[in-house]
């Protein structure tokens, strides 16, 4: 791994561009720039085309003959399939609203990880190949020739783009990077370049199950090991159901969430939450991974892991499905899913079964987030909530991309927290880093690799700046996230940035403040740290479990 | 690009477009410059917006994939604010209260924040970032495009008899200092000061100058000379327009013809500028007129959970099935005592081939057509290239 | 989805307004402006004396900002000799000098005026005073 700097070097950033005009500067391969090249195995799982061993610190990167034949054929399939492109590729005007937009901007100073110059890298092959001055005129017109080192840039910088949104936000056309960073890696995968956390995890999902890669007995394993641990804490030990079929709901969580801690902590919330409901469903080793790092590679892999969706709801016959604390999850589901894979006829119209409130605004998708779900219940009354628990935590709440900007889920978990919270330990951070104008954590999209982290922490500088404004101010000690992603690379950002500040999912907050019918007397949260002014009882406790 | 290279280059161009008329007309090729190109222009400009149009609305949007800047619509008793509905609409009414407020009043410009990265000596890091409220670029923008619109209407006059009132309206709005003689319009002074803002920041901004193509400085410099040389014409410069309204007149009535009273040779500067100009704007970044309508990240409600958005070209995709999986683990499956479709024992007896046919069976019933089956190609569209290498 | 009708929609809203000169237009003849100069003391004058201050295509392009200067230099300046481009001296007065000349309002002044839509204020104190002017209800000038 490469050696990292102190934040003091990695803070000091320059905006200004270099002298060089950005088609006559090329990326260089330097260890911690990029993600490494993908196995041949995985491709091989996914049938992926090109699987072949070779590496991005090679010269060669050993493409196919005909590659570039195949890149422009792909190029101009989806000028033709996807509206979204042919007007991104058209209306630009260049008034660089989006430039400082992007974390990766912020945190490298890179100009061509500005929105505009990174779409530009497209934009310049879509000039030469499909206009006519680009034709002619070439370089004048911002046109350029397709060559190896311009897809080896391309690989560079759409691997530099999490695909949160937030220039789109900006942007006076709402020209949407993230959709071109997908195409772009679609045509990139066309020729045989992937990145190898992306594509281990999608093969992973394909074959065995999810991400991780654990096996459907491995991942039962797990949840029944939660539940122990649930039992420890709690002295209720949840049901966990796994494949059965003929329940209500089938629930889906990222596998973030039962692979590592602390999503893990929220996987026990999720498990309390639905023992606590005697809840009517079941969890699927088919349909283990709600994440989708397919959508990182190309639309086409996104539809194939989704799939398992609506296959596995079918043969389970529930009636309708919830889903747990994701970020891309939940950009799929809500924008993609039934498009891919529906119309979801076979499954009912989501109705809460224990507030009785229909979920309209899932009526055809048929897909219930959790943040929704139990801020109904608690609205409803039907959570008996003991906030104090939770007295340890100052919390702040990073909104995460997808579920921001391309769903709008800003008020449920805001107000779950604020019922399962003290008074007084919910801070927001400053207001321009949060909601639709969040940052990415700048991990988005398949970057969780670890060869790739000095660029993850300069993505993450803008969020974690953020943070620190508000662990300094008000002493912020928890960030709440919704996002399996976040939870696992928000640590390692954290640790770098803002030593002393601890993530958490939401449930997690919920499953600490649930208070059980005939539960054993909590002196320590789910991760086993001594509630406030239980520290004595607590250390007691410790010594008799441990 | 090169900055150097692209400034000149367009700074070139429109010096050219300049002189074009005024050789031409010295020429005595009025019927050329007042009638001909003006009437081609027009046409360029509508065929090509149309064309340009069309290419967009044939080519499908196949998601529905609306930024959204504001609460969801979710649950019955979450109340949304206005500008909730406004920034993620969910009906096509909050869409189009969207649409107005982006197409009408930047919206999302006026979004608008700056970054800057501050020194902070008490962080470890040293160096904070801070973001600062900056609309001076909504502000151009909506001063360019405002003033451009007004100098639009105003222009009727020339091809309108008699002059609608709504025209009148706008030129006595315009017109409303009084100052000078004739009076001066704040719209040509608002249009001028605007684009030089325009294009100073494309120059004195660095991170804009390493962006900026021939294409973004040449409408700038474009612009400005319209501008110009009908201040020119209007205030110094001046020009029979009696002559000049006999000759738009009868272009805009069908009736072409060149007056016989002299028309000075500005106006044809001025006339040619602006046909150019309009000749030039469907093919380029200007089209983002037309474009912003067809934004799918605006003009689309945040209602794909609750209305099913179809993608003509939606294909099959290779996939796995339960059944996948199962047998890849079934005996560790069976041990941790997860429920099975096929029981150990019975798998043995079917073997391998019955097991793999079984699996093609789940999938054909478990996924819809359109949505997978096992064997489905992977990047269909480039398959017969792909498949041309292996073969040789 | 394509949406097309809304684009149909589009395309006809942008033809409206890219042909609104021509229907408005439509079935009206363009009547091009013919100022007259058979006033009784234009008819008065031998030929090679029916000239005006300045040649007349100077006149049409500039008569607005010569009475403006003319009002300054007689109003603000007592300078009432004005030196034509024939080296004719004249008296700098609209009511004594042009409108002598051109007494006829409607077939010479508001000839183009109308034409042109323009209302000069001119006429709010001067000879012709219709009654809305008057009441300086509008005072636009082009």
């Known amino acids: ?546 | 690009m090169s900055f150097n290279l692209a400034w000149y280059c367009s700074f070139f161009l429109v010096l050219v477009l300049i002189f074009v008329p005024i050789i031409g007309v010295t020429a005595g090729l009025e019927v050329v410059f007042g009638i001909i190109i003006p009437y081609l222009a027009i046409l360029i400009f509508f065929v090509g917006m149309v064309y340009k149009v069309v290419i967009w609305a044939r080519t499908p949007v196949p998601f529905r994939i609306p930024t959204t800047c504001g609460q969801q619509k979710s649950l019955p008793w979450l109340k949304r604010t206005l500008r909730d509905r406004l920034e993620n609409p969910f009906t096509t009414w909050e869409v189009i209260g969207r649409m107005i407020l982006e197409v009408f009043f930047f919206r999302s410009l006026f979004r608008n924040i700056k970054a800057q990265l501050r020194d902070e000596p008490s962080y470890p890091e040293k160096k904070r970032l801070v973001y600062w409220s900056s609309k001076w670029l909504w502000l151009g923008a909506i001063a360019f495009h405002y003033s451009f619109l007004v100098i639009l209407i105003r222009h009727l006059w020339l091809f309108t008899e008699p002059v609608p009132s709504f025209v009148r309206l706008v030129e006595h709005i315009d017109s409303f200092f009084q100052l000078y003689v004739p009076a001066v319009y704040i719209s040509g002074i608002v249009l001028i000061v605007a684009l030089t803002y325009l294009l100073l920041r494309r120059i004195f901004d660095p991170k804009l100058r390493y962006i900026s193509l021939f294409s973004d400085y040449l409408p700038l410099f474009w612009l400005l000379a319209i501008g110009i040389s009908g201040i020119l014409m209007r205030y110094f410069f001046k020009v029979d327009m009696t002559a000049v309204k006999e000759l738009t007149l009868g272009l805009a009535s069908l009736h072409p013809h060149i007056p016989k009273e002299h028309i000075g040779v500005i106006f044809y500067v001025h006339l040619f500028l602006v046909s150019s100009f309009f000749a030039y704007f469907p093919f380029t970044k200007l089209a983002h007129m037309a474009g912003i309508f067809m934004s799918m990240t605006r003009n689309l409600a945040n209602n794909n959970r609750a209305v099913r958005h179809v993608n003509p070209w939606n294909y099959p995709v290779r996939v796995k099935t339960y059944l996948d999986q199962e047998n890849d683990w079934r005996e560790d499956m069976a041990k941790f005592g997860l429920p099975l479709e096929i029981s150990v024992e019975e798998a043995k007896k079917l073997g391998k081939e019955k097991l793999e046919e079984l699996a093609d069976e789940e999938a054909a019933r478990l996924y819809n057509k359109l949505s997978g089956n096992r064997h489905a190609p992977v990047f269909p569209e480039t398959e017969f290239l792909r498949k041309q290498i292996k073969e040789e | 989805m394509y949406d097309g009708g809304k684009v149909i929609i589009g395309l006809i809203v942008l033809f409206i307004i890219c042909t609104f000169p021509f229907f408005y237009n439509m079935g009206r003849a363009a009547k091009v402006p013919e100022p007259k100069l058979d006033t009784p003391a234009i008819k008065k004058l031998p030929e090679w004396e029916r000239v005006c201050v300045q040649p007349t295509p100077w006149m049409r392009a500039n008569h607005m900002r010569l009475l403006d200067h003319w009002r300054n230099w007689a109003l603000r300046e007592a300078n009432r000799e004005y030196i034509g481009f024939n080296g004719k001296r004249y008296t700098i007065s609209l009511q004594n000098t042009c409108l002598n000349c051109h007494s006829n309002y409607d077939k010479f002044c508001n000839e183009c005026h109308s034409y042109m839509g323009i209302k000069p204020y001119c006429w709010g104190c001067h000879l012709q005073k219709p009654k809305e002017w008057a009441k300086g209800e509008l005072k636009e000038g082009r």
């Not at chain 1, 050696?3 to 500067?25: C, H, Q, V």
């Not at chain 1, 995890?201 to 394909?206: I, K, P, Y």
């Open chain 1, 1 to 546: 791994m490469a050696a990292i700097p102190k934040p003091e070097e990695l803070a000091n950033i320059s905006f200004r561009p270099p002298g060089r005009k950005w088609m006559d500067t090329k990326p260089e391969f330097k260890e911690g720039t990029h993600c490494h090249a993908a196995a041949p195995k995985w491709l091989e799982w996914l049938d992926y085309p090109f699987p072949r061993s070779w590496s991005t610190y090679d010269e060669d990167w050993k493409l196919p003959k005909n590659w570039k034949e195949i890149f422009l054929v792909g190029f101009n399939d989806r000028l033709n399939k996807y509206r979204s492109l042919r007007l991104f590729m058209d209306i630009c005007v260049r008034c660089g609203a989006c430039a400082d937009k992007c974390q990766f901007f912020l945190g490298t100073g890179d100009p061509k990880n500005m929105p505009v110059l990174r779409a530009e890298l497209m934009r310049s092959l879509y000039r030469r190949y499909h206009t006519t001055a680009g034709k002619i005129l070439g370089r004048l017109a911002g046109a350029r020739e397709l060559t190896e080192d311009v897809v080896k840039e391309l690989y560079y910088y759409l691997y530099q783009c999490s695909e949160c949104r937030r220039c789109s936000a900006f942007c006076p056309y709402g020209i949407d990077m993230a959709d071109i960073t997908i195409l772009g890696r679609e045509l990139l995968s066309s020729i045989g370049l992937g990145i190898e956390w992306a594509m281990a995890s999608v093969g992973s999902c394909f074959k065995i199950g999810s991400h991780i890669g654990s096996p459907p007995h491995a991942f039962k394993d797990m949840l029944e090991f939660f539940a122990d641990e649930c039992e420890v804490v709690t002295g209720i030990r949840p049901r966990v159901p796994v494949n059965e079929k003929g329940h209500e709901i089938l629930f889906i969580m990222p596998s973030g969430d039962y692979f590592a801690d602390p999503g893990t902590f929220n996987c026990m919330g999720y498990l309390l939450l639905f023992e606590y409901l005697d809840l009517d469903y079941t969890i699927s080793t088919f349909a283990a991974e709600g994440g989708n790092f397919g959508y990182f590679i190309s639309h086409e892999m996104g539809k194939r892991l989704n799939a398992k969706f609506y296959a596995e709801a079918k043969r389970l016959g529930v009636k309708w499905i919830l889903g747990g604390e994701c970020g891309h999850m939940w950009r799929v589901i809500n924008q993609y899913m039934d498009t891919w894979n529906g119309p979801a006829d076979f499954l009912e119209e989501p109705v809460s079964p224990i507030t009785g409130t229909k979920f309209e605004n899932a009526k055809s998708t048929k897909m219930v987030h959790i943040c929704e779900f139990t801020a109904d219940l608690i609205k409803h009354g039907k959570l008996n909530l003991d906030p104090s628990r939770n007295a340890h935590i100052v919390l702040t709440f990073h909104d995460s991309c997808n579920p921001a900007r391309a769903m709008g889920l800003l008020e449920e978990p805001r107000y779950i927290i604020k019922n399962v919270l003290p008074p007084g330990h919910f801070y927001e951070m400053p207001e321009n880093t949060i909601r639709e104008k969040n940052f990415c954590c700048g991990s988005g999209s398949g970057f969780n690799a670890d060869e790739y982290l000095p660029i993850r922490l300069r993505g993450g500088f803008p969020r974690a700046s953020a943070v620190r404004y508000v662990h300094e101010k008000y002493g912020v000690n928890h960030v709440g996230m919704i996002c399996a992603i976040d939870r696992a690379v928000f640590p390692p950002l954290m640790d770098y940035w803002v030593p002393g500040v601890d993530i958490t999912g939401i449930h997690e907050l919920v499953g600490n403040a649930l208070v059980f019918p005939g539960e054993r007397e909590r002196v320590v949260d789910l991760r086993k740290r001594p509630l406030k002014g239980k520290e004595k009882e607590a250390e007691k406790f410790l010594e008799e479990v441990m």
